[in-house]
């Protein structure tokens, strides 16, 4: 098959499938939509039912007589070695990866991931560090290796530190988790826990082209760290201080639609310039999204950018899915899920534990360590490295394979089911910032207090706030304009303001010239103008004609 029609066939099917996978295991099965992503990917994969050929055949159709249609290949191939090659595919991927850390970093409160930061920095060091011997001793407890410096345990070692936080976002930002706690430590660790694998990674190919300690190792070690704080820390600082500047000049491009396809290509630019650096391309996605998100058109980017989310970001979990040889695993199965359950073990309790020291309880702790489980595309590609170097041989890459997929499927449902109920922290960390007043309204009834809302929202827009209905039960409205941030809903017949002092201030400004229109409008409308207007109402319920409409 041509390669623009396989592609062509190809993406059709995995888009399909993972939409439709997903919305089962959702709506029918109770379980977050990316398990029924990666389960799509395990069925119509290339070690499944995307590796048989489709045979030749004639169609009969009535008067066109036979239609021959010719024999075609496996529709998603292997390669000589017997491995996947996405192909094509993997630039839906990326960018499908792009846009969703892009837009975690948009739902991300900066001020709060800034404060649970050392708490980040702890779990991601500890789990990183705890997973790298735990994996390691496992190949050496297995017989697999003599020594923990044997090129496959340090391996092996090296790909346990690597979290793929992509689908612990996707699980937490469908649960409304995303800004929780947990989920600002987990963000920050998984940065964190970035850089480490790096300079575990680069540490064991060092050590593996010359087996042993080279005099330039620690300065190439400390190039590679300087290189991965110097781009973070710069791309998120210039986000932050041209945040304004980019959210004027989106603006300008007259719409929204267009604002959000040049926000998500400055995404894709922050992503190149994280991966030439030697980070993760998603880690410079999350920067630039994390750097918008306290402007004012957090909102409009994020409505914006969901049809390219709704497509592409379910190809990402079943094209993981799709490389998985389950096959493969059967001789290597004891030792692999031995692996596994000993680097879970080692990010739950190194994550774990150093979170009990920022005041999280061991309901958060367990939360921010079963978070930071998943290893998928950074694990899969560090094994590969691995194995076309000839470190590793074909049977350790299927523990790897086994690992990610175990991790894949085994998180989401984790994650769900612990953040249900309860709180994860014994004291609340004080963040700047986040002091918010809130007053609540009386009306006399609750539809005076909707018609107050809409018209005091209608005040805003024409000021030039965004206005954002926030998908929740009543009316919420989320207003933002520069660094002002108000949240307008009702509970009844009470409106409830929430803002800090600055927009607070700001609302009892605008609501107060509401309420001042609304009363000069009511006493404008006299017992006369009440009568015509009945008169004119029921005149043309009656089918009266023009006359009626000129006394209005």
Known sequence: MQGELLFA???????????????????????????????????????????????????????????????????????????????????????????????????????????????????????????????????????????????????????????????????????????????????????????????????????????????????????????????????????????????????????????????????????????????????????????????DMVHVLHNALAPIREMLVPVVFCVTGMMADLGGVGSMLGFGLAYTLLISAGKIIGCGLPSLAFGFNLRGAVRIGVGMLPRQEVGLIAASLALSRGLIGPGDMAVVILMVLITAVATPPAIARLFRTGSGQRRALAVQGEEQERVMIPFPQEAMADFFVEGTVSLFVSAGYFAFRMPVQGKAWDLRKDDTAITLSTQGRYLVVTADKAGMNKAIVFMTEHLSQMKTMFSQLDSSDEESIRRIMYGLESGGGPEQQEDW
């Open 9 to 295: 066939f190809q993406a059709a099917i995995v888009v399909i499938c993972a939409k439709f996978a997903g919305r089962f295991f959702e709506r029918k099965l109770g379980q977050p939509s990316v398990i029924g992503e990666v389960a799509a990917g395990l069925v119509i994969g290339p070690f499944a039912l995307g590796g048989l050929s489709i045979p030749a055949g004639t169609v009969h159709l009535p008067l066109l007589g036979g239609i021959r249609f010719p024999g075609l290949g496996p529709l998603f191939p292997l390669t000589p070695s017997g491995a996947f090659d996405p192909g094509l595919l993997q630039a839906l991927t990326i960018v499908g990866a792009v846009v969703l850390m892009f837009d975690a970093g948009l739902e991300t409160n900066l001020k709060k991931f800034l404060a649970y930061a050392p708490a980040g920095l702890a779990a991601g060091l500890g789990g990183a560090v705890l997973s790298f011997v735990l994996g390691a001793a496992s190949v050496v407890w297995a017989g697999r290796a003599d020594s923990l410096t044997d090129p496959v345990a340090l391996v092996l070692g090296a790909v346990a530190t690597a979290t793929s936080v992509g689908l612990t976002v996707r699980v937490l930002s469908d649960a409304r988790k995303l800004n929780s706690p947990e989920g600002s430590t987990i963000l920050s660790a998984a940065v964190i826990d970035d850089v480490i694998g790096l300079v575990f990674l680069s540490l064991v190919f060092a050590m593996g082209s010359s087996f042993g300690t080279s005099p330039s190792m620690l300065r190439e070690v400390a190039i590679v760290v300087g290189k991965a704080v110097v781009v973070f820390c710069g791309l998120l600082l210039t986000g932050i201080l041209l945040k304004k500047r980019i959210s004027r000049l989106l603006l300008k491009l007259g719409s929204l639609e267009a604002a959000g396809a040049a926000a998500l290509a400055t995404a894709l630019l922050g992503a190149g310039v994280a991966e030439a650096s030697g980070l993760a391309l998603i880690v410079g996605a999350y920067v630039i999204g994390l750097s918008l998100s306290e402007t």
